[in-house]
C-alpha cells in the first residue's frame, strides 16, 4: 500500500510539473533572434492584434511588457505606414518603429526598435538597419495567425534539424523564394510532420492535402496570401530515388505572372535540393 501510494504520489507532481513548461509564441523566438543577431540593440517589440482580438498589444519583446496596449503612437504607424522616428530617453536613446508586414506585404503591425544614442550622431544608419531588421521579419511570417503559434509547433520537435539547415541555405541562395518548407518523418514516428521551414510550425503534421502530395507524382499549384503569393507543392525524394517527404515553396505573384515559369523554378529548385538529401533520416537529424 505504501509503493502504491508513493507511485500515486510520483505521478500527481510528474505531471503538472510537465504541463507547466512553457512553449513561446513564434513571435516571441522571432524577436529573441533579432535580438541575439544585433547586440547593440537595446530594446525590440512586436505591437499586434491577434486574431479574435479588438485589442492591439505587445506580443512579444525583449523587454517583458506581454499584453501591453498599443498606444497613439503605435496605432499611427499601423494604420498610416509613417515610422515614429524619436531622440528619448533623456537624450541617450533613439527610437525607431516602423510598420511590421508579412510574407506578402501585408500590416500586421508595429515594430520597435531602440538603440544608444549620443547627441549629434547620424540618425539615417539606424534607420536603414531597422527597416532591413523588418523587412528579413517579413519573410519569416506567413500572417498573423502564424506569429502566435507555439514555438516549437509540438513540444517535442527538434527545430535545428538538417531539413532546417537545408532550408536556411536555399532561401540565402534563392531570394526571390518567399516561402520554402520541408516535411518528412518524424524519427521514430510514422507521421509526416514540417521538419524546416522559414515560418516555424516543426513538428505539425501533414494535412490531408499533404498526404495527397507525398503520394503523388505531380505537383499541385495555387495562389494564397490574397493573391501575392504563389505556392507549389511537391513530393520530395532522396539521392537513391525513395519518396522521403514533401516541399512546398512560394514565390512572390502578381495575376498575369508566368505560373507555368513559377512551377519550372519550384521544380528545379526541389531537384537541387534531393541531392543534398542522402535518406529519410538524414532530413530530422539534429543539425545545429
Known sequence: MFRLACLLLASAVALPLHAQIPVKIYGQELIDRVVAKNPDLLVAVMHVTPPKSADNVIIASNIGRI?????????????????????????????????????????????????????????????????????????????????MDPYPFERLATTKTYAQKLVEQTVAAHPDVTVLAMRGRARGAAEIVVLGSTFGRHGKKADADDMKIFSASEAATGVYSNGKRFGVDLQLRDVAGETVGTMNVGYAYRQGDDERALLAKAIGLRDELQKRIPSAESLDELDP
Open 67 to 147: 499584453g501591453k496596449p498599443g498606444d497613439e503612437d503605435d496605432l499611427r504607424v499601423i494604420n498610416t505606414g509613417n515610422p515614429n522616428l524619436e531622440v528619448a530617453h533623456g537624450g541617450n536613446r533613439y527610437e525607431v518603429e516602423l510598420v511590421l508586414r508579412d510574407v506578402a506585404g501585408e500590416t500586421i503591425g508595429a515594430l520597435g526598435l531602440v538603440w544608444p544614442y549620443k547627441a549629434g550622431q547620424d540618425k539615417a544608419p539606424f534607420e536603414k538597419k531597422a527597416e532591413q531588421i523588418r523587412d528579413g521579419l517579413a519573410r519569416r511570417i506567413l500572417n498573423v495567425a502564424n506569429l
